[in-house]
T-cell receptor, first 114, second 108 residues
Framework: GAGVSQSPSNKVTEKGKDVELRCDPI?????LYWYRQRLGQGLEFLIY????????KSGLPSDRFSAERTGESVSTLTIQRTQQEDSAVYLCASSGSAGANVLTFGAGSRLTVL | KNEVEQSPQNLTAQEGEFITINCSYSVGISALHWLQQHPGGGIVSLFMLSSGKKKHGRLIATINIQEKHSSLHITASHPRDSAVYICAVDSYDPRLTFGEGTQLTVNP
């Protein structure tokens, strides 16, 4: 597609449930990033994928968070046993390659954990 | 001290005013990004620059590598420019380091 697509756009879940967030990057973009933005706060790095290299998971806040990417296409961010502090907008971005390239962001997935 | 600092944090202007948002950083960088985030959360990349100056419409971004400083200027500001403007640096680390953002409100 022309842009980065994220789904769902909004997700309301109960504490303790698992959620999956999906990101479909721009075709041909080898780098893919996940960020989290809590209400009123800045962007927080979670994970990035570059081609077939091992992902940089250094930003994942706990072992309840995991992400996968199939080749250079779709990525899924999974949050297990959700907690209220997981409520945030989860943003995906892609670029032609990691480093010194323009990022294109998706519209985000707003997660609310009740 | 944050590696990336933006000023001001909040800025209110009248339509038509010239606006400047500043970004200072303390690390060596390969590139600096200016991003715009509208209410509702969507983020748009405005500029990526590693030297000099770039212009797009009413927006101008400059960077001084020696002084580790960048500015984003908006000429003839308009209420639709109201948004959060975010500076982010690539310090040879693809994760990027983000400033806290500048909330701009342009009143008609």
């Amino acid at each position: 597609g022309a842009g980065v697509s994220q789904s769902p756009s909004n997700k309301v879940t109960e504490k303790g449930k698992d959620v999956e967030l999906r990101c479909d990057p721009i075709s041909g973009h080898t780098a893919l990033y996940w960020y989290r933005q809590r209400l009123g706060q800045g962007l927080e790095f979670l994970i990035y994928f570059q081609g077939n290299s091992a992902p940089d998971k250094s930003g994942l806040p706990s072992d309840r968070f995991s992400a996968e990417r199939t080749g250079e296409s779709v990525s899924t961010l999974t949050i297990q046993r959700t907690q209220q502090e997981d409520s945030a907008v989860y943003l995906c971005a892609s670029s032609g390659s990691a480093g010194a390239n323009v990022l294109t962001f998706g519209a985000g997935s707003r997660l609310t954990v009740l | 001290k944050n590696e990336v600092e933006q000023s001001p944090q909040n800025l209110t202007a009248q339509e038509g005013e010239f606006i400047t948002i500043n970004c200072s950083y303390s690390v060596g960088i390969s590139a600096l990004h200016w991003l715009q985030q509208h209410p509702g959360g969507g983020i748009v990349s405005l500029f990526m620059l590693s030297s000099g100056k770039k212009k797009h419409g009413r927006l101008i971004a400059t960077i001084n590598i020696q002084e580790k400083h960048s500015s984003l200027h908006i000429t003839a500001s308009h209420p639709r420019d109201s948004a959060v403007y975010i500076c982010a640096v690539d310090s040879y680390d693809p994760r990027l380091t983000f400033g806290e953002g500048t909330q701009l409100t342009v009143n008609p």
